[in-house]
């Protein structure tokens, strides 16, 4: 074969002191070569070597414990580290917190979008995202803890405006994962969740001289794979191990409605357990309209999909994942990430182009942190280490912005078995704060670029408007004084037609929500015009214009 086929533990042995290492794959291992992770631990273990390793993954890489980049977290291993969210890895995010090891956070469409920036031997990747966020060198520059001292992102100016412009990476080795690869090396992903960045990540390490290491659920014969299922070409995959036991995600063995191999039947049963996460996603949800192309983020976004399914108005919206799902019911919970029923499974770069340029109509995102000027803080709150994933990307030029979450955190307990809430016991952390920690969303560029922004949460929903945060709803029989505003930081203004929350949102039974997208129902052809008028203004977003050798390594697997 092309590639050489190999054990794991002689993939692992393929690892160099001083290596920049990207693993491919995302989240609760979707995609993730977590054959290569655990050898490469049990390799330091036994041996103290690699070392000094830089280790890049796209998407945070774990199941919020001891599996995943975690499992990379060993003393001396690691010297810096370069994601999206560190959230769901906290072992690593502990040796970052104390300062042991140097670590950056990057939006993560922008890394997706580098794989292919460094396979096109571009000098890195220029860009809108983050400009007045924690990631513009002028806060924080990403770097994530007092030992990261080295500036990576820089502002430039080209054709009057500031952008980002965030230098390329070496790639000495990228790990990646498969379904099937051939005596050839070519690879197939029919049973994936998702395709993610293994394309351009495998033609970075190839274009930088680095080598290309496969993890394989299984081998089949030179020229038995039909070329058009080919997603990345034998020739510049360098090794391929064979993992029999290789599992969808960390959750799930297998799903063959997560790989599109089967349709998941449109029943939806009974409506799911009323509860405050709930609650918020189906006041998210009225903010949907018909023909809207959508993202749904990480937490109680998730839950949208879901609702919007139990309605019976899910295949009147296109819901995508930045993970490259595109239609369909994303998937919630450990899963989040995947989808079924979907309409196109992208590659992740791809995915972030169109949410970049402002493809989307809406998206649903969580917040942590919201102070009197709008901004957001997604990534830095609590003692533990985190980080936005898309959220920058996504929240940049989309139309509509809904942030979602329960307005005090730490014990609160809301009752609704009254079909109204009541507030039983109220959390011990506020979370409209006079000033955010880090800033995550740019409230007052958002305004700049003509966005519209709900902040929704189980007892009220805020506008953001030129003079801060406006209320603009309070759930029925509660008091705007001693529900709401007594438990804020700042004071916002309240509109003289505040009016009640929907009593639908509240009620264990389903909304009824079929006949409102009917009335609403518009096609999205034939709207040239309304919808240049709609479009986010991206001269004052910085929205990009488009943009129109090495010798190989000599490693051999011992």
Same mark, same amino acid.
């Given at each position: 074969?092309?590639?050489?086929?190999?054990?794991?533990?002689?993939?692992?042995?393929?690892?160099?002191?001083?290596?920049?290492?990207?693993?491919?794959?995302?989240?609760?291992?979707?995609?993730?070569?977590?054959?290569?992770?655990?050898?490469?631990?049990?390799?330091?273990?036994?041996?103290?070597?690699?070392?000094?390793?830089?280790?890049?993954?796209?998407?945070?890489?774990?199941?919020?414990?001891?599996?995943?980049?975690?499992?990379?977290?060993?003393?001396?291993?690691?010297?810096?580290?370069?994601?999206?969210?560190?959230?769901?890895?906290?072992?690593?995010?502990?040796?970052?917190?104390?300062?042991?090891?140097?670590?950056?956070?990057?939006?993560?469409?922008?890394?997706?979008?580098?794989?292919?920036?460094?396979?096109?031997?571009?000098?890195?990747?220029?860009?809108?995202?983050?400009?007045?966020?924690?990631?513009?060198?002028?806060?924080?520059?990403?770097?994530?803890?007092?030992?990261?001292?080295?500036?990576?992102?820089?502002?430039?100016?080209?054709?009057?405006?500031?952008?980002?412009?965030?230098?390329?990476?070496?790639?000495?080795?990228?790990?990646?994962?498969?379904?099937?690869?051939?005596?050839?090396?070519?690879?197939?992903?029919?049973?994936?969740?998702?395709?993610?960045?293994?394309?351009?990540?495998?033609?970075?390490?190839?274009?930088?001289?680095? &080598?290309?290491? #496969?993890? *394989? +659920?299984?081998?089949? @014969?030179?020229?038995?794979?039909?070329?058009? /299922?080919?997603? $990345?070409? !034998?020739?510049?995959?360098?090794?391929?191990?064979?993992?029999?036991?290789?599992?969808?995600?960390?959750?799930?063995?297998?799903?063959?409605?997560?790989?599109?191999?089967?349709?998941?039947?449109?029943?939806?049963?009974?409506?799911?357990?009323?509860?405050?996460?709930?609650?918020?996603?189906?006041?998210?949800?009225?903010?949907?309209?018909?023909?809207?192309?959508?993202?749904?983020?990480?937490?109680?976004?998730?839950? &949208?999909?879901? #609702?919007? *399914? +139990?309605?019976?108005? @899910?295949?009147?919206?296109?819901?995508?994942? /930045?993970?490259? $799902?595109? !239609?369909?019911?994303?998937?919630?919970?450990?899963?989040?990430?995947?989808?079924?029923?979907?309409?196109?499974?992208?590659?992740?770069?791809?995915?972030?182009?169109?949410?970049?340029?402002?493809?989307?109509?809406?998206?649903?995102?969580?917040?942590?942190?919201?102070?009197?000027?709008?901004?957001?803080?997604?990534?830095?709150?609590?003692?533990?280490?985190?980080?936005?994933?898309?959220?920058?990307?996504?929240?940049?030029?989309?139309?509509?912005?809904?942030?979602?979450?329960?307005?005090?955190?730490?014990?609160?307990?809301?009752?609704?078995?009254?079909?109204?809430?009541?507030?039983?016991?109220?959390?011990?952390?506020?979370?409209?704060?006079?000033?955010?920690?880090?800033?995550?969303?740019?409230?007052?560029?958002?305004?700049?670029?003509?966005?519209?922004?709900?902040?929704?949460?189980?007892?009220?929903?805020?506008?953001?408007?030129?003079?801060?945060?406006?209320?603009?709803?309070?759930?029925?029989?509660?008091?705007?004084?001693?529900?709401?505003?007594?438990?804020?930081?700042?004071?916002?203004?309240?509109?003289?037609?505040?009016?009640?929350?929907?009593?639908?949102?509240?009620?264990?039974?389903?909304?009824?929500?079929?006949?409102?997208?009917?009335?609403?129902?518009?096609?999205?052809?034939?709207?040239?015009?309304?919808?240049?008028?709609?479009?986010?203004?991206?001269?004052?977003?910085?929205?990009?214009?488009?943009?129109?050798?090495?010798?190989?390594?000599?490693?051999?697997?011992?």
């Amino acid at each position: 074969m092309s590639a050489r086929l190999v054990s794991v533990e002689q993939a692992a042995e393929l690892v160099r002191d001083g290596d920049v290492l990207w693993i491919g794959g995302s989240g609760a291992g979707h995609g993730v070569p977590q054959a290569f992770i655990d050898q490469l631990a049990a390799r330091f273990t036994r041996s103290a070597s690699p070392r000094d390793l830089t280790t890049v993954r796209v998407v945070g890489i774990g199941d919020f414990d001891e599996r995943g980049m975690s499992q990379l977290a060993l003393p001396g291993l690691t010297r810096r580290t370069i994601g999206s969210n560190i959230g769901n890895e906290p072992r690593l995010g502990a040796l970052v917190a104390g300062d042991e090891i140097e670590s950056y956070s990057f939006p993560q469409g922008v890394l997706s979008a580098l794989c292919r920036d460094i396979a096109a031997g571009r000098p890195g990747h220029l860009t809108h995202v983050g400009l007045g966020t924690y990631v513009d060198p002028r806060q924080t520059g990403g770097r994530q803890n007092a030992r990261t001292a080295e500036q990576l992102v820089q502002v430039v100016e080209l054709a009057g405006r500031e952008w980002l412009f965030y230098p390329a990476l070496p790639v000495d080795v990228a790990v990646i994962r498969a379904t099937t690869a051939d005596e050839d090396g070519n690879l197939t992903f029919e049973r994936e969740p998702i395709l993610g960045d293994s394309l351009a990540l495998a033609m970075a390490a190839h274009n930088s001289g680095g &080598i290309v290491i #496969v993890q *394989a +659920e299984r081998l089949a @014969a030179r020229g038995s794979l039909r070329p058009n /299922e080919v997603r $990345i070409p !034998g020739a510049i995959v360098d090794y391929v191990y064979v993992d029999e036991r290789q599992r969808q995600t960390y959750n799930t063995a297998h799903s063959p409605f997560y790989s599109g191999e089967l349709r998941m039947p449109s029943d939806a049963g009974p409506p799911t357990t009323l509860d405050v996460r709930k609650v918020i996603a189906r006041r998210a949800l009225l903010e949907f309209r018909p023909g809207d192309i959508c993202n749904l983020g990480f937490g109680i976004s998730q839950q &949208i999909g879901a #609702v919007a *399914a +139990e309605e019976g108005v @899910a295949d009147r919206l296109t819901l995508t994942v /930045e993970q490259g $799902i595109f !239609g369909g019911v994303p998937a919630h919970g450990p899963d989040g990430g995947a989808g079924v029923n979907y309409q196109a499974r992208l590659e992740q770069p791809s995915m972030f182009d169109f949410y970049d340029g402002g493809g989307l109509d809406i998206t649903s995102l969580s917040f942590a942190q919201v102070d009197r000027h709008g901004n957001v803080n997604v990534h830095a709150f609590g003692e533990r280490m985190r980080g936005p994933g898309g959220f920058l990307n996504i929240s940049a030029l989309t139309r509509r912005l809904c942030f979602v979450g329960t307005f005090t955190a730490g014990g609160l307990r809301v009752g609704l078995a009254g079909g109204a809430p009541a507030i039983e016991r109220e959390g011990a952390q506020r979370k409209f704060v006079d000033t955010v920690r880090e800033i995550s969303f740019n409230g007052r560029m958002a305004l700049e670029k003509g966005q519209t922004v709900r902040y929704v949460t189980e007892r009220a929903v805020f506008a953001l408007t030129p003079e801060g945060l406006e209320l603009i709803e309070v759930a029925d029989g509660l008091d705007v004084r001693k529900d709401v505003l007594a438990h804020m930081e700042f004071r916002p203004t309240v509109s003289e037609r505040l009016r009640p929350m929907d009593a639908r949102l509240f009620r264990a039974a389903r909304m009824g929500i079929t006949d409102d997208f009917a009335t609403g129902e518009r096609s999205r052809h034939g709207r040239t015009g309304q919808r240049d008028a709609r479009r986010v203004r991206g001269d004052r977003a910085g929205q990009p214009a488009d943009e129109r050798g090495l010798p190989r390594a000599d490693r051999s697997a011992p």
